[in-house]
């Protein structure tokens, strides 16, 4: 979960929310977890109880995330919880099982040439 403002960040855009929500919502990005997307106090965008705010809290709660009056704890399931953590945690052994979903293991190991 994150906030629009913090994927515009993330993404070297600050400032640029609503450039994320464009472009969000173009056909071009079907494939991409536009429901994972709030705004920055945790709430869901589209008007309450219309088929996209319904589609967006079904898909959540898919995922485990709860949705109370509209609005996600970003601290509890948003991004600033899991996301650093994941992408430069040291890797886990093949047995361990991680608590916040699939790992990929099979990317390739950056290492630095002696």
């Excluded at 994972?36 to 589209?46: E, N």
């Excluded at 088929?51 to 399931?77: I, N, T």
Aim: aromatic letters at 8%; hydrophobic letters at 40%; glycine letters at 12%.
């Amino acid at each position: 979960m994150a906030s629009y403002g913090e994927v515009a960040r993330r993404a070297g855009l600050p400032g640029r929310a609503r450039l994320v929500g464009r472009v969000l919502g173009e056909p071009a990005s079907a494939g991409l977890p536009w429901f994972r997307v709030v705004r920055s106090d945790g709430r869901i965008a589209f008007p309450a109880g219309s088929r996209a705010f319904r589609e967006q809290v079904r898909q959540l709660a898919a995922e485990g995330v709860l949705v109370d009056k509209g609005r996600v704890d970003l601290a509890a399931f948003g991004w600033d919880r899991d996301l650093d953590r994941l992408l430069w945690a040291p890797p886990q052994p093949a047995s361990a099982s991680p608590s916040c979903g699939p790992r990929h293991g099979n990317s390739p190991r950056r290492t630095r040439k002696a």
